[in-house]
């Protein structure tokens, strides 16, 4: 099952946060955070295990319920660099390779 | 280090037709995922490779094949295209097959078929 990604996109100004969230039907055992730009291949933000789990990046960090099976990627005082698609991959808990399975991302724009 | 690279970086065949793309993994990286990533879509799982055996698949047709060879590059083939079959096609390479590896990406095979 496709986690569900919300908003589907949002527009902001230099400085200001964000906040996007990834939610799914399905126990999950991970939850792996990509942006990608238009044109480009999607780069690695940050993996999230089951245990509620917060880490940071920079200005840029990220929770993990595991009871709600929800994930949240927070952007703090967002930059211009901060623009593109983002997208939440979950990994279930049954194990297996099974790949990720992505939502169908977030465009953020991230005016001056 | 060499990042994941992928080619040709554009491709347009003819519904019927097959299609060879290639990806050369990172440096160091042994295991080999494919993606297909419809437009406005998040990418979708295809299969991945480690030592040259298909490790993983996820739901789509045997007419999507693949290879993984002793250098750790692979190809992913596809037959019998189909106009669903045009998609951007991103291979990303990892250390290991373990659940918590990071993915590094190619930036991929734009593949139209008409």
């Known amino acids: 099952q496709q986690p569900v990604q919300s908003p589907q996109a949002v527009i902001l100004r230099e400085g200001e946060d964000a906040v996007i969230n990834c939610s799914s039907s399905k126990a999950l055992y991970s939850v792996h955070w990509y942006r990608q730009k238009h044109g480009e291949a999607p780069v690695f933000l940050m993996i999230?295990?089951?245990?509620?789990e917060q880490k940071g990046h920079e200005k840029i960090s990220a929770s993990f319920n595991e009871k709600k099976q929800q994930s949240s990627l927070y952007l703090t005082a967002s930059q211009l660099s901060y623009s593109g698609t983002y997208f939440c991959?979950?990994?279930?808990?049954?194990?297996?390779?099974?790949?990720?399975?992505f939502g169908k991302g977030t465009h953020l724009i991230i005016q001056p | 280090e060499t990042g994941v690279t992928q080619s040709p970086t554009h491709l347009i065949k003819t519904r019927g037709q097959q299609v060879t793309l290639r990806c050369s993994s990172q440096?160091?990286?042994?295991?080999v995922s494919w993606y297909q990533q419809a437009l406005g879509q998040g990418p979708q799982f295809i299969f991945q490779?480690?030592?040259?055996?298909?490790?993983g698949r996820g739901n789509f047709p045997p007419r999507f094949s693949g290879l993984q060879f002793p250098n750790y590059s692979s190809e992913l083939n596809v037959n019998a295209l189909e106009l669903d079959d045009s998609a951007l096609y991103l291979c990303?390479?990892?250390?290991?097959?373990?659940?918590?590896?990071?993915?590094?990406f190619g930036s991929g095979t734009q593949l139209s078929v008409l």
């Open positions: 440096s160091g990286h042994n295991t």
């Open positions: 999230l295990l089951k245990g509620g």
């Open positions: 990303a390479s990892s250390q290991g097959t373990g659940r918590n590896e990071k993915l590094f």
């Open positions: 490779y480690y030592r040259e055996e298909e490790n």
């Open positions: 991959g979950t990994e279930g808990s049954g194990g297996g390779a099974d790949g990720l399975t």
